[in-house]
Nanobody, 114 residues
Framework: QVQLVESGGGLVQAGGSLRLSCAAS??????NAWYRQAPGKQRELVTA???????NYADSVKGRFTISRDNTKNTVYLQMNSLKPEDTGVYYC??????????WGQGTQVTVSS
């Protein structure tokens, strides 16, 4: 059974940092991503990484967020620095396996206070 388990969310003041983790089991994934959904808004792509380490970022987080992965642990990380109140939302881990099937984590809340 495939599971994506996120951790690391919480409440932080503006300018602070958080590190999210997404531990995967049951599959080898070709790519991983982090999405977020703010209250009243659509879910949006924050950043993605392929198995060989290629990355892309939303313009709103470039220079502040860093995605990385540890293939030996099947875990993906999102380091978030210089957090802003507009980064508040539920952050979801997403993965695509070698058969192009999509998987989602349960989401973890990130709240940035001003």
């Amino acid at each position: 059974q495939v599971q994506l388990v996120e951790s690391g969310g919480g409440l932080v003041q503006a300018g602070g940092s958080l590190r999210l983790s997404c531990a995967a089991s049951g599959r080898i994934f070709s790519s991983n991503a982090w999405y977020r959904q703010a209250p009243g808004k659509q879910r949006e792509l924050v950043t993605a990484i392929t198995r060989d380490g290629s990355t892309n970022y939303a313009d709103s987080v470039k220079g502040r967020f860093t995605i990385s992965r540890d293939n030996t642990k099947n875990t993906v990380y999102l380091q978030m620095n210089s957090l802003k109140p507009e980064d508040t939302g539920v952050y979801y881990c997403h993965a695509v396996d070698l058969f192009r099937r999509n998987y989602w984590g349960q989401g973890t809340q990130v709240t940035v206070s001003s």
